[in-house]
């Protein structure tokens, strides 16, 4: 079967510091393996726009695939390049076993965040 490889487009905004994490679904089945945190920050594109395949998401003629980008603060995206470190075994940035790093005071885990969201809605064809 061929597949086709999913590729992301969008603008960031100019001379704000922007921090992303994208989400799909495919069928109805969100893609939630370690390897599919996909996470962006505009550090080295300010104001471009974003092209970057979604190499979690291969999928075939008839699949139909949800896309949402979420827009965060740093303390969130931060825990959440953190988290994929640690799921995915990353050992040039997190020592395990180790804990993400939280926005929480007293050492408790996870984030507090509000987001921003965009979705878009997609069939193979």
Do not use: C
């Not at 300010?46 to 190499?55: K, L, M, N, R, S």
């Not at 988290?83 to 050492?107: F, Y």
């Amino acid at each position: 079967k061929d597949l086709v490889l999913p590729k992301l487009h969008f603008k960031d905004s100019l001379g704000v510091s922007n921090f992303y994490r994208v989400t799909v679904v495919r069928n109805d089945t969100l893609l939630n393996e370690p390897f599919d945190m996909i996470l962006y920050d505009d550090k080295l594109r300010d104001g471009e726009y974003i092209h970057a395949p979604v190499f979690s998401a291969f999928s075939e003629v008839g699949d139909t695939l949800d896309v949402q980008l979420f827009s965060m603060d740093e303390k969130v995206y931060d825990y959440y390049t953190t988290l994929s470190d640690i799921l995915t075994g990353d050992a040039n940035n997190s020592a395990a076993p180790a804990n993400p790093n939280t926005n929480w005071s007293n050492n408790a885990l996870g984030y507090f965040g509000a987001f921003s969201s965009q979705k878009k809605s997609v069939r193979i064809k």
